[in-house]
């Protein structure tokens, strides 16, 4: 073969190589669907909210979003898996608050949320309401307290995980109220409310989607809401009553590491998402709000919120 022909044989297969590698140069992401952990169980607000915004961004991303729950040790199975996950923004995590900036400040955890996940955005964020199966004696959030007040332990107060987002604005009550109540942690919201349901629990906090459709359907009964806005119109705010509250911040996140214009992708795709018609609708609802915040803005809230928590497990621990 003349040098001419190898040299010209060589550009050829040259040329070959990039184009067979011209997906990862032009990188067409998503090129394949995405994968959203959430570290809670089925039938919990989290999944609810998920099962919404998932329907809907494919139209924004040309990709589907393929829900994966993973509960378990309060939510630190499915985060360490998608912190461990390759982080080419194939895999997501829709966590919380919580789990995020306040559970490593309890124990001793084999990653660091802050440095390890990066926000794609908040979704909205969450009032729970304390809620008692209908058919308990307690009217009012006051009885329900003075029962707790006369009876130490008896109390059963079902959550959807140690320190979780369920747990946290109910034992600060508790805590105000001078009460003793005995903590049952379950593998998320669903199965914290099916054992209230099936009377393994005296009350509960729980978000909007969740209580909602078990309010109206005169299952459960809601005696006060976190927020500063009234969830049902004849049930008071834990603010009216007195009490200190806290809400759950929905975040989607990523493995810190993904490339800044996946990231981009991503945050472009939920920020199109939150102006969509038939998003807002179906969100409406389901009874959450849709107040977005873009991830940079979200990351700067995180060391903030952490170390706000600090004083709250000081003070809820007495340590």
């Given at each position: 073969m003349s040098f001419r022909n190898l040299t010209r044989s060589l550009f050829v297969a040259i040329l070959l190589v990039c184009v067979g590698l011209s997906p990862v140069l032009a990188d067409d992401y998503p090129s394949k669907p995405i994968t959203l952990i959430i570290p809670l169980?089925?039938?919990?607000?989290?999944?609810?909210?998920?099962?919404?915004?998932?329907?809907?961004?494919?139209?924004?991303?040309?990709?589907?979003v393929v829900v994966k729950l993973m509960p378990g040790a309060g939510g630190q199975t499915g985060t360490a898996a998608a912190i461990k996950a390759k982080p080419d923004g194939y895999?997501?995590?829709?966590?919380?608050?919580?789990?995020d900036q306040l559970q490593p400040l309890l124990e001793k955890l084999p990653y660091d949320t802050l440095k390890d996940l990066k926000s794609v955005c908040r979704i909205n964020y969450g009032a729970s309401s304390l809620v008692v199966r209908a058919d308990k004696p307690w009217k009012t959030l006051d009885e329900m307290l003075d029962?707790?007040?006369?009876?130490?332990?008896?109390?059963?107060?079902?959550?959807?995980?140690?320190?979780?987002?369920?747990?946290?604005?109910?034992?600060?009550?508790?805590?105000?109220?001078?009460?003793?109540?005995?903590?049952?942690?379950?593998?998320?919201?669903?199965?914290?409310?099916?054992?209230?349901?099936?009377?393994?629990g005296d009350f509960m906090m729980s978000f909007p989607s969740q209580a909602g459709p078990l309010v109206e359907a005169g299952k459960i009964r809601a005696l006060a809401s976190a927020g500063d806005v009234r969830i049902f119109p004849d049930v008071p705010t834990l603010k009216e009553l007195g009490y200190e509250t806290g809400t759950m911040d929905r975040i989607v996140m990523a493995p810190a590491g993904v490339p800044e214009e996946r990231m981009k992708i991503l945050r472009d795709a939920f920020s199109?998402?939150?102006?969509?018609?038939?998003?807002?609708?179906?969100?409406?609802r389901i009874g959450e709000n849709t107040e977005y915040m873009d991830g940079p803005d979200y990351d700067k809230l995180r060391p903030v919120n952490q170390e706000a928590y600090r004083a709250l497990v000081k003070k809820i621990s007495g340590q």
């Open positions: 169980g089925a039938g919990g607000s989290h999944d609810l909210n998920a099962r919404v915004f998932t329907s809907v961004i494919p139209s924004y991303l040309g990709q589907a895999t997501l995590i829709f966590t919380h608050n919580y789990i029962y707790g007040k006369k009876n130490p332990g008896k109390l059963v107060f079902t959550t959807s995980g140690n320190w979780g987002a369920t747990m946290t604005p109910g034992a600060r009550v508790l805590l105000a109220a001078g009460v003793d109540a005995t903590y049952i942690p379950y593998k998320g919201g669903g199965p914290a409310m099916q054992a209230i349901l099936a009377g393994d199109k998402l939150n102006g969509d018609k038939t998003y807002q609708s179906l969100m409406q």
